[in-house]
Every structure is written in structure tokens, then in C-alpha cells.
């Protein structure tokens, strides 16, 4: 009989949600310590986990999609792994669909658990409460994922922030209706500047398209722009950063868990189920009217 030590966590979805997942595999990871912890997802979202967490992963385009098929016929690297699994943890895929029948028809005696990052609307928690009431049914791995939780928020997941590096700032998000004013990113540059402070800028693919090249220009003339081309990259920026400050986005997500003080501007919508994990977090939730620039930059400044 083939030795099964294969933990597999299948995982499609954005940034941000991605983030949350990270002590779930850092749990099993050490629970299940003679085992191989996989992440089976986006490339750059794997090469990330890889990079952060000291683990394994597959990129999901290898011929995973066979598994949403009615006859899945996977290529044999990733049929092997699948054999050889112990546990399979699933995001991409609700408890009765194809994809998990398939899974088990093709793994069956692996422990199949399926999980949601999108809770109900009454639930009154944090996303990472509604993962471990979903994990009840399996208390090793509930514990361990609590277990994680608590070593998160204490310490992120170890990494150092530099005192004198410079302040990040992400003034874009996935949403406009989650961004806080250009304008108010710009002048807090700028008062950031007046008090000795540098400024790194931090911009996608979706700024660069949408933003006029003067305001580009105008974050340029008193910052360090920069333009990530990976999630790992991304990462090294921010691990070099003193402070972080920016909308509810992947970027603030990633910087909480790594320990950067983390200011996570919210707007009107509630930080309750989507606070980023981390030990140094502050959230400034109230309508965009309400939040100022000096309040934003008294609450870097406090870290």
C-alpha cells in the first residue's frame, strides 16, 4: 500500500481571502509534521505560501481542471499526488458538487474536509471564527488552527518590521467603494514627509490603468513608487516597510500577517469579519467623510 502523506489544500479566490487560509496550513503543518503540505492554487499565489510559510505547492493549471469533469482523467504528477494524500482540505467547491465526488473517488481514503470563507450574513464573527466553527467535526485540526490563530496574532508569521525602512502605502483595492481618496493618500504622503517619515507607494495593474499619469506624477514627486510584478515581490516590499496603511485589501491582509503595523482603512463598511490577522493592527472604520488625513497619520505614527 502506497505511504499517504500528502496534505493538500485546494484554494481559488483573492488575495485576501488566501491570507486567511495561511494558519489553517501552518496548523497542519505541524500537527501532521512528517507529512507534505501542499497548496494547490494560482502559481503566484503558491510561490508566495512557499516563500512565507516554508511550504509545498502545485500550480492549479496543471491539469487540476479534469477534477470538475464527469470522467477526470488528471495528468499522472498530479494523479500521484492525489494518491498519495492524507488529507485534502477544499475551498473551490461546495460539499456536493462533482469536484468533491470526483476527489473521493479518486483519493478514498483521505480525510476530505470542505471549508467557506464566505459565511452567512447573520453570522456575527471573523472570517477565521467561521472557518474553526466549520472545523467541530475534526477537533485535531480545529485545535490546530485555534493554536495558529493565537501564534498569528502574538507574532504574524515571523517576520521582523524595519524601523527605518519606509511607510507603505496601497491606495488602491479590488473596489473603488473600498478606497479611501487618492487625494488623502497624496497628503498623507506628503505630512508624512514634513515629519521625517519616507513614503513608498505601492501600485497594481488596476491603478496604472485607471489613475491619470498626473496623479501618478503627483505620488512620484514626493515617494518611491513602486509596481510589484509578483505576490513575492510584492511581499519583499512590504517586509522591508516600518508601517503599512491602506484600504481593505490583499496587500494590508498580507502586511498584518507578516507582523508590519498595520493601519487598515475600512471606510463605512465594519473590519469585524475581515480584520486583517496580525499582532499590530488598527482598523478606521466610519463613513470616508469622517476619516481624515491626520487621523490616519496619527495612527501610524502611535506604532
Known sequence: ????????????????DFLVTWPLAMGLARVFAQSRVFYVTASQKGALAEKALRIESVDVE???????SQDPQL??????????????????????DLWVQNV??????????????TPPEDFPGHI??????????????????????????????????????????????????????????LELAQKLRARG????????????????????????????????????????????ASAFAGNDSGPGHLAGILGIPTVSIFGPKSPDRWRPLGPRITTISDPWER?????????????
Open 1 to 16: 500500500m502506497a505511504l499517504r502523506r500528502n496534505i493538500l489544500l485546494f484554494h481559488q479566490g483573492a488575495l485576501g
Open 62 to 68: 496543471r491539469g487540476w481542471h479534469h477534477l470538475y
Open 75 to 96: 495528468p499522472e504528477p498530479a494523479a500521484k499526488l492525489l494518491a498519495g494524500a492524507q488529507h485534502i482540505v477544499n475551498f473551490v467547491s461546495g460539499p456536493n
Open 104 to 117: 473521493r473517488k479518486l483519493a478514498p481514503e483521505a480525510g476530505l474536509i470542505t471549508l467557506s470563507t
Open 128 to 185: 477565521t471564527e467561521y472557518l474553526l466553527q466549520q472545523l467541530k467535526p475534526a477537533p485535531v485540526i480545529e485545535a490546530a488552527l485555534s493554536q495558529m490563530l493565537q501564534s498569528v496574532a502574538t507574532r504574524g508569521v515571523g517576520q521582523v518590521p524595519a524601523p527605518a525602512g519606509p511607510v507603505v502605502l496601497h491606495p488602491g483595492a479590488g473596489s473603488g467603494k473600498k478606497c479611501w481618496p487618492v487625494e488623502s493618500f
Open 197 to 240: 517619515r519616507s513614503a513608498s507607494v505601492i501600485l497594481g495593474e488596476v491603478e496604472l490603468e485607471r489613475w491619470p499619469k498626473e496623479q501618478i506624477a503627483a505620488f512620484e514627486s514626493i515617494a518611491e513608487v513602486q509596481q510589484p510584478a509578483s505576490l513575492v515581490e510584492l511581499m519583499k516590499v512590504i517586509s522591508g
Open 291 to 303: 476619516i481624515g488625513v491626520d487621523r490616519v497619520l496619527s495612527a501610524i505614527l502611535s506604532e
